[in-house]
């Protein structure tokens, strides 16, 4: 098995002195290639900082994090960056669609950073789009679209790069449960086509979903669960 | 490819926001149409005095006695001998009092000969200057300026009538235009012949003008005749001349200077707006790069490089500011060209100062769009993704 995110004796720490905060303490955990897992927690319990590493925005104060077989704290911007492009697919709780950008170049948009041509980059966009039967909204803007719809373009530019990993905070939070639940529908089935799905949640029914469930409290791992809750 | 990249991505975006876009040039457009009319301005109005004072001979040299028997005719048939000299014009003056039906003054009168018509070019307010064919013997014609008209109570419809020279009748056959012209106020103009009948005795000469071949050798000219005119009048090392030669480089440096200074202020309120211009530019990128910096922090998020984030604004301010520029351009050279018109000068693109005004629109894009694009493309990712 493939392992796609590796973190060794983790601690990241904010600010100094007596006011220093330990959002992560001493965190060890394995992911593996096609896993669904959940990361948990009280509000402050570190999740974001946690997922800010994984998604290599942030690297560890102390300890090691090997993301795609990569050691963060040996990367300059630029090759962290590039890891980011290539490795992970980002879904965010308020979608962050591209403003001014049509559905279409919201998606195709990782792939142009990436150098891949106009032409190329859109039909494989629209691929994508089609699949998550979002193809008749390729022409809208993320302001003409309803939530649910946005997070659709979101997850299709998560996956348009085939990353190794797609990373989601919170996904469902800015949803209704309905919609919510459809969102969900959809990692599990791109799960089941194997990608490897990480998403942080306060909602234990959506956590209940994924496969493995990580929960943190003050920076520590205190339960990592496998199989169905 | 970094470049084609980037360039779609803002020609993208400057499409996608045409009115902040359009908002964004107006500050240029404003500034390099005022930097471009202005400057038309001063250059249109200074090529007007120029003009108007090549009219009056910068390549003319003016030799004046100093008493009213130091130079004569044969000093002029001398004279006409040197090189670099074109034309040599003869006049001779005399007081005398003028009178018409109405009025009569004591004037200065100036015999001319009908060279003086070429060298001078006076300006004709009504009527015609003296004609060269009956400048014989006894044509008692004559040419009055406006002011002396004026003195004389005479007007327009006064050409063909007769006035007094001392006891002699007169006709005139016109008036000058004294509004254009050095030293014409008040002075009468008669055929050289009649003046040597009535008002002055030969051989003696007023005034000899000469014009040279071009304006650059008046200095040389006036060297050499200096030298000519000593030697024939016997004036030895150390005494004064008994003449005195003038030319026009006096005039053209006064005029000089003031072209200088009318450049100089209009070039000065031309950059106060461009800086106006450029400060509102650089609001408008400020506010602009600050409410994309959670944008920024997305593109950072899926994979843009500093390079990429720095470089697609590099080519936002560039595009904008160059548009803008082009734009300030077309219309500063409609309202210099209006401007032209109504001064009466002639229009004239400049390509220096179009190319100037193009260079510094896009230096003040690019140094106000770059600069806190660049800084917003160093933010943490993750910062620049917490930002509301
Ligand atoms: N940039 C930062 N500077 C200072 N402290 C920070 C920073 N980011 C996080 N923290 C602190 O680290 C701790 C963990 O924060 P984190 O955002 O990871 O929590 P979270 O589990 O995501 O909470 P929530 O569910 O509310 O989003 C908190 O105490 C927080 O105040
Ligand atoms: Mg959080």
Redesign the interface.
Known sequence: MTVVVEMSNVTKTFGEGTSIVRALDGVDIRIQKGEFVAIVGASGSGKSTMM?LI?C??KPTTGLVKVAGEDLSKLN??KL??L???AIG?V?QSF??????DAL?NVA??L????VP?REARKKAMEILTKLGMADRHTHQSTELSGGQQQRVAIA?ALV?EPSLILADEPTGALDSNTGKQVMDLFESLNKEGKTIVLITHDLDVAKRAKRRITLRDGKVINDESGAA | MNILIAARLAFARILATKTRSGLTMLGIIIGVMSLIALVSVAQGATSGIQDQFKGLGARNLTITGTTPQSITIEDAQAIAQEPGIEIVSETVSGRVTLSSNQASTISQIVGVDPDYKTVVDPDIFVGSFLPDVINANDARLIVLSTTLAEDLELDAYSIGSSIAVGSTEFTIVGILDDADGFGTRGTAYIPMETAFKYVAVPPYLSSITVQTVNEKIVPEVTKNLTALLKSRHNITEGREADFVITDASQILDAIGTVEQFLSLLLGGIASISLVVGGIGIMNIMLVSVRERTREIGIRRAIGAQQSQILTQFLIEAIVLSLIGGIIGVIIGEIVAYFLASLGEWNFALSPTIILASLGFSMFIGVVFGVWPARAASKLKPVEALRFE
Do not use: E, H, I, Q
């Open positions: 800010n998604g925005l942030d911007d630029k960056t590039s980011r492009n290539y980002f965010f962050f669609l591209l403003p001014k950008t170049d948009t990782p142009f950073y990436r150098g106009a530019r790069t």
